[in-house]
Structures are given as structure tokens and as C-alpha cells.
């Protein structure tokens, strides 16, 4: 055998060793997350596949909406077993509807190009309500709070009150954070919101001036972050990463989760549905739960062949929840009559 022939075999026999330990090293790094014994949602297919936002229900807890993208509002009277389209006199503009908020009869839609609608009689009919050309940023969030009193969040962090139906706004924040991912409030008005590109994080809450800036405590990018039910605040980080922080302290954080270790799929969102249940959504349909609040995960895979993204997690309460997809016309609505052992060998499925 000629030399080069020689060196041109030794390297082809390198290069299939190495494949062969690649192979035997990520097998190791498999995921041995386990199953849920029994699926607790049902799939809902919608009568649209522009991507859903938000959604909300009335005070009759049958009646709720989604709305998303290109001026979407989708309605139910049944729970969220089936939702039909509706159409709003919006004129030629078209819209995404970010957020969907209801208290009692009274709701809110904020969107964008910069919009508010309000309603008194559960969504009957809607009336739009004049922004100013000076508001800080486009209206991503939208919470009601009580009757006429509203508070509505922009991409940039300002933060305003109304308390007479949407006639005045009241500043709750001076200046902006800067273009954030994503924000979310706590049910107590507080507030933590992510940078745009996931570098740093801040917080607020009511009574202080300014938003408070902080570095994110490791070198991957935050995804996504939220509260728990006890003043904790959670994170998602590139890398299937979930980390939750200390109590009353958001500088100081727990060590962190990696709920299905060797994951190339993005996490997305978390929910409580209890203190202790948790839910856990991301990209390719992946949905996972803990019931020990986070420590430890199992997966539903019975809901993996759902040909979406699942993006936000929603409990309305212990027996209302959904699963939002990005695509494809999918939600999953939280079945609380599924039983919870699984049937056994002999049972009749």
C-alpha cells in the first residue's frame, strides 16, 4: 500500500472511531425524563392558524377569548370545548392583539400600531379608546383590575393606571427599561421583565421610581422569566435551563434545573396550577410537569405529535387552564376529570 493510500485509510478509520464515541457519548446525555402516567388535556383544533396571544375569560367562566395576529379575536361559550371567529369594525388597518384581560363584565385588548379597546358588556360590543402619539412604546400587556380601573405595560417598560375607564392615565414608572422580550406582572403589581436580547433583566414594583437593572447570573441568555406563588421569581435560559430565585431576594438564586437534561428545544413558559404542580411548555409540543415545585420533572408525551410550539401556559384556576400554540390552529384545554392513575393491565381502556 502506497503511503498516501496508507494515510488517507488511517484517517477514514479515525473519523468513523470518533463518530462511534460521538454516538456512544450522546446517548449517555439522553434524556431519561419520565412519562406521566395519564394526559390531563384535551387538543382543540381553532378556526384559524394565525398565531394566538392571549386569553381571557368573563366573570361566567364558559365565555372567553382569544386574540393573536392579523386582528384575530376568536369566542367561546362552552369552556374553550369550541371557539368561533369574530370580526371587529376595526377599518383597513390590521392589528396584532397582544393582550386580553377581563374583570367581571368589563375587558380590555391593547395591541399594535398602538390600539385599546374596552368593553362593558363582555365583549357584546367594543369601544375604542383614543392613545396618546407620546406613549411611550406599543402596549403589550393589559390587566383589569376593577370596574374602570385598568393598567396597561409597553414594550419599553412605562407602566400607566386609568381609574375612569380609559379617559386619564396615570404614570406609574419614570423613564423606560428599554425594549424587553417579554414582561410579566404578579398578581400583586409587581413586575420583572427581560432585556431584548436576553442579557440582563430588571424589576419593579409599586411604590418605586425606576425600574431596578440586573445581570443575568450566568453566560446563557434568559429566555423568559415570571412569578412563582410565593414572592420567587422563575427563569428560562438557552439551554433547557430553569432556575428559580431565592425567596424575597431576586439577586440570589438556586442552583439550576435542567428539567429534560440534553434538550435541543427551547423553553418557553411556566404555570402554576397549584403551589406545588408546575407546568412547563416549549418548542416541538414539548410539555412537562412537576409536582414538587420544579425539583423534579416528567414529560407528557402524549401530546407531542401536536404540530406546534407551545408557547404560554394559562391557569385560570386548579380546573381551568390551556396550552397556547404559536401555529397551526391547536389549543389544549386542562381536562380536570381525567383520572389520575392510569388504567391498569386487564382494565378496560
Not at 412569578?227 to 431576586?250: C, K, V
Not at 439577586?251 to 407546568?279: C, K, N
Amino acid at each position: 500500500m502506497k503511503i498516501w493510500q496508507q494515510k488517507i485509510w488511517q484517517q477514514k478509520i479515525w473519523q468513523q472511531l470518533f463518530g462511534f464515541f460521538l454516538v456512544i457519548l450522546l446517548c449517555v446525555g439522553c434524556s431519561k425524563v419520565e412519562s406521566i402516567a395519564y394526559n390531563p388535556w384535551d387538543v382543540v383544533a381553532l378556526p384559524t392558524e394565525e398565531k394566538i396571544l392571549d386569553i381571557a375569560f368573563t366573570q361566567n367562566l364558559e365565555h372567553g377569548y382569544l386574540v393573536g395576529a392579523n386582528s384575530t379575536i376568536l369566542e367561546t361559550q362552552d369552556g374553550g370545548n369550541s371557539w368561533k371567529e369574530i370580526n371587529l369594525e376595526l377599518g383597513d388597518e390590521n392589528y396584532r392583539f397582544n393582550s386580553i384581560s377581563f374583570n367581571g363584565q368589563e375587558g380590555w385588548i391593547v395591541g399594535e400600531p398602538a390600539l385599546m379597546l374596552h368593553t362593558t358588556d363582555e365583549g357584546r360590543s367594543w369601544s375604542q379608546v383614543i392613545l396618546s402619539e407620546k406613549l411611550p412604546g406599543t402596549p403589550v400587556n393589559i390587566v383589569a383590575l376593577a370596574e374602570n380601573t385598568a393598567e396597561m405595560a409597553t414594550d419599553v417598560g412605562a407602566i400607566y393606571q386609568t381609574d375612569n375607564g380609559g379617559k386619564n392615565w396615570k404614570a406609574q414608572v419614570e423613564g423606560a427599561v428599554g425594549i424587553v422580550r417579554n414582561m410579566e406582572r404578579s398578581p400583586d403589581g409587581r413586575y420583572v421583565a427581560v432585556s431584548a436580547k436576553g442579557n440582563f433583566y430588571s424589576t419593579w414594583e409599586p411604590g418605586q421610581q425606576t425600574w431596578q437593572p440586573h445581570n443575568r447570573n450566568s453566560s446563557r441568555k434568559v429566555e423568559n422569566m415570571g412569578f412563582t406563588g410565593d414572592n420567587q421569581i422563575w427563569m428560562l435560559a438557552r439551554g433547557g435551563q430553569i432556575q428559580f430565585s431565592e425567596p424575597n431576594n431576586p439577586e440570589e438564586w438556586q442552583e439550576p434545573i435542567y428539567p429534560e437534561f440534553s434538550t435541543s428545544w427551547g423553553l418557553l413558559d411556566v404555570a402554576y396550577r397549584t403551589p406545588d404542580e408546575v407546568w412547563l411548555s416549549g418548542g416541538s409540543a414539548n410539555l412537562l410537569r412537576s409536582t414538587d415545585g420544579g425539583q423534579t420533572w416528567e414529560k407528557d408525551r402524549f401530546v407531542e405529535e401536536v404540530p406546534t410550539n407551545f408557547f404560554k401556559v394559562v391557569f385560570l384556576s386548579e380546573k381551568q387552564g390551556f396550552v397556547i400554540g404559536d401555529r397551526g390552529g391547536y389549543l389544549l384545554k386542562y381536562n380536570p376529570d381525567i383520572s389520575e392513575v392510569a388504567p391498569s393491565e386487564g382494565d378496560e381502556a
